[in-house]
């Protein structure tokens, strides 16, 4: 079968050892290397034949990759970052550059060999880097738009690396190749402007129009592979061809269906990629120089990893974002294989250092989930130890603040509720880390601190202890962490409304004692499924119950609380779910009608508690016994499920008149 059958062992290794690292906990790469390992040419048992020829086929992973990139990238969300993407990276670059060239010098390698090995390590992984994202749940944060801001800029450098690297040390090497190499990157993408802006829009919509699925999958797989294959043909990186390909692409309507169809496909190539970067390796040459290579691996760790922390410090990036760069984007990259790759065919690098280049690498991208998880740890261990950052307030009262709101974060929901209830004169100070959103708050107005929520004198800077409420809108699992320890220990009585982005951040919320919790994209959801019950004439009643059911189920993990008191607010936490607060409407011809509350015995009947009535538009709370029931009151009860169906016939209409209707 050639390379069919090659393809499905790789597809059915990759699969177990998906399956293995998912059962550990890791991240599905991992498995994938270790797959594209026990399947290689260096091993017994099942292997691979046509290693090349799978090589070949990675590269189609990695321009999917970038073209999927280029179709989520957004230029509105990389705009905070772009002082660090656009002048940072190339002085990252730099730098990484200059600190293999002083590794190699140390290893005893000529000045040649060592220039090679400072390029090979400046350029971090795309695909490692965002598979370790998504595995966290990290997509979205300042950090994670901060490191995709930085790999895009690394993912277009690799195209002057390509040109410069491989003719290092030839007679024939000079500025000349590389203006070319310019002149032609200028060309393409004035090309691809105008294929962007006039052709490919018009193409699509025909292609659309025929409302043929695969015609439109193959269609977009042409564009990004198309796109990349002619930059590949003019001397450019064929990634970076895919890459803008995609940014063309994300400027048509039909970008988010693009989207859709590619991302299997990618993530197919994306398992032969790893797995034939697990095939490069031998086990027994990894093992004789194991010394080297985990030396080398370390060196890279803490080098590379001060770098890009540096590079966050430089651009006034502070909190966990330092951390997370360092931790996130030591790795090699997969653009660096393909540039060994190219100075091993051309001649420029010694093929004898390839095997522990390659070592070298690969390692750094094992170690990088696991370094990655550590980020939340020595975070919390460093706020432990570090210094107060400087305590500067602005717009803040003349009086001492009391019985005010604390905003946690004025991202994109903080800044909304800062301003809403600004508007409605309820005070309120917002606490906020990013210098660039200190600004905005200041001049829209705001009370603002800067600083870190998760030391105390900034939180006591806040007044958090006379707090009448803590709005906590910290998208990450570790701030939120460290900020609640602070809050829950200066203002235990003080109650905490917290943002969740996911189920597993939605737990820790709950561990913490946070039981006020809001997730967005759920109540975005849960409206659309309101929405659409009441298009279907659904009664409101049996709407609002099935809401209410739906919040219940959604926000109670039934996790026993380890903070204070945890036992008893367990228990009163079930003793809630147990007595749930439904609304029944009251029909025309029910038994009740006219009767008093008092009268109708519906304690004694049904067993449920009256909490309200709505009636046309007021809303009576603990009605007293004197009430009189009328048709058409929207009843609260209080009670178990047994104890409101009773109530529920009851203000219903006759069994004997609805079944002759």
């Known amino acids: ?49 046509g290693v090349h020829e799978i090589e070949l086929l990675a590269e189609i992973g990695v321009a999917l990759l970038l073209f999927t990139l280029g179709i989520e990238f957004s230029v509105k969300e990389l705009k905070p970052v772009r002082h660090v993407a656009l002048i940072g990276t190339p002085l990252q670059i730099i730098l990484t550059m200059a600190f293999g060239c002083g590794v190699g010098r140390l290893m005893g390698w000529d000045s040649h060999i060592s220039i090679w090995f400072g390029a090979f390590i400046a350029l971090s992984s795309t695909m490692v880097v965002l598979k370790t994202l998504e595995s966290k749940g990290l997509v979205g944060t300042l950090s994670s738009r901060v490191m995709l801001g930085m790999l895009v800029v690394q993912d277009i450098a690799i195209v002057p690396m390509l040109i410069i690297m491989p003719q290092l040390g030839s007679e024939s090497f000079g500025l000349q190749a590389l203006g070319m190499a310019g002149i032609k990157t200028v060309l393409f993408l004035i090309s691809m402007f105008v294929l962007g802006s006039r052709i490919i829009p018009r193409f699509m919509k025909v292609v659309a129009s025929w409302n043929s699925r695969e015609m439109f999958m193959l269609s977009c797989s042409a564009i990004g592979l198309g796109i990349g294959y ?72 803490v080098g590379k990893g001060l770098i890009f922390g540096s590079m966050a410090r430089l651009f006034n990036y502070r909190n966990v974002i330092p951390l997370a760069l360092g931790l996130g984007m030591f790795q090699v990259g997969e653009l660096s294989f393909l540039l060994l790759q190219q100075g091993a065919e051309s001649g420029s690098f010694p093929k004898e250092y390839f095997p522990l280049f390659m070592g070298v690498g690969i390692v750094t991208m094992l170690l990088t989930p696991i370094m990655a998880s550590c980020t939340g740890p020595l975070y919390s261990l460093l706020q432990s130890r570090r210094k107060k950052d400087p305590l500067q ?33 309820i005070p309120n100070v917002v606490v906020e880390l990013n210098a660039n959103k200190v600004e905005q708050a200041a001049d829209a107005g705001m009370s603002v601190i800067y600083g870190d929520a998760g030391n105390e004198v900034v939180l006591e800077a806040a007044r958090i202890s006379h707090a009448r409420m803590v ?14 320890e602070n809050v829950h220990r200066l203002a235990p009585q003080c109650p905490v409304v917290a943002l969740s982005r996911n189920p597993e ?8 004692g946070v039981h006020h919790i809001i997730m967005p994209e759920f109540e975005t959801g849960l409206e659309m499924i309101r929405q659409t019950l009441f298009n279907f004439c659904i009664p ?35 003793a809630a779910e147990s007595i749930n607060l439904n609304w029944v409407e009251v029909h025309r011809d029910a038994e009740i009608v006219g009767c008093s509350l008092a009268g109708s015995k519906i304690r004694t009947v049904t067993g449920v508690s009256v909490a309200g009535v709505l009636r046309d538009d007021h809303f009576i709370q603990n009605p007293d016994g004197d009430f009189i029931f009328m048709a058409g009151d929207i009843m609260g009860v209080l009670g178990g499920r047994e104890n409101i169906e009773k109530f529920r016939l009851l203000a219903s209409a006759p069994q004997e008149e609805v079944e002759d209707g």
Do not use: K
């Open 1 to 49: 079968m050639g390379i069919a059958s090659d393809l499905v062992i790789l597809i059915v290794a990759g699969m177990l050892g998906g399956f293995i690292a998912r059962m550990m906990r890791q991240p599905l790469l991992l498995g994938y290397i270790v797959a594209g390992v026990l399947v290689g040419p260096h091993t017994g048992g099942i292997t691979v034949s």
């Open 230 to 301: 002619a930059t590949h043909s003019l001397g450019l990186s064929f990634a970076f061809g895919a890459f803008v390909a995609g940014m063309v692409l994300s400027e048509s309507r039909y970008a988010y269906q693009a989207l859709s169809d590619i991302l299997p496909l990618r993530d197919i190539f994306s398992l032969i990629f790893f797995a034939s970067v697990g095939m490069l390796i031998d086990p027994v040459y990894v093992w004789d120089h194991i010394g080297t290579i985990m030396i080398l691996a370390a060196a890279i760790l």
């Open 393 to 425: 307030t602005i717009n803040l009262p003349e009086s001492e603040l009391d019985g005010h709101v604390v905003i946690l974060g004025y991202g994109r929901f903080g800044s909304y509720v800062a301003y809403s209830l600004h508007e409605i004169d």
């Open 471 to 484: 709005l906590l809108t910290i998208p990450s699992v570790q701030g939120s962490t460290s900020v609640l």
């Open 505 to 512: 951040h939605l737990e820790v919320l709950n561990e913490l």
């Open 540 to 574: 409101p009643v049996e709407i609002q119950n099935v809401m209410d059911s739906m919040r219940r189920e959604r926000y109670t993990t039934g996790v026993e609380r380890t903070y204070c008191n945890a036992a008893q607010l367990f228990r009163l936490s079930r």
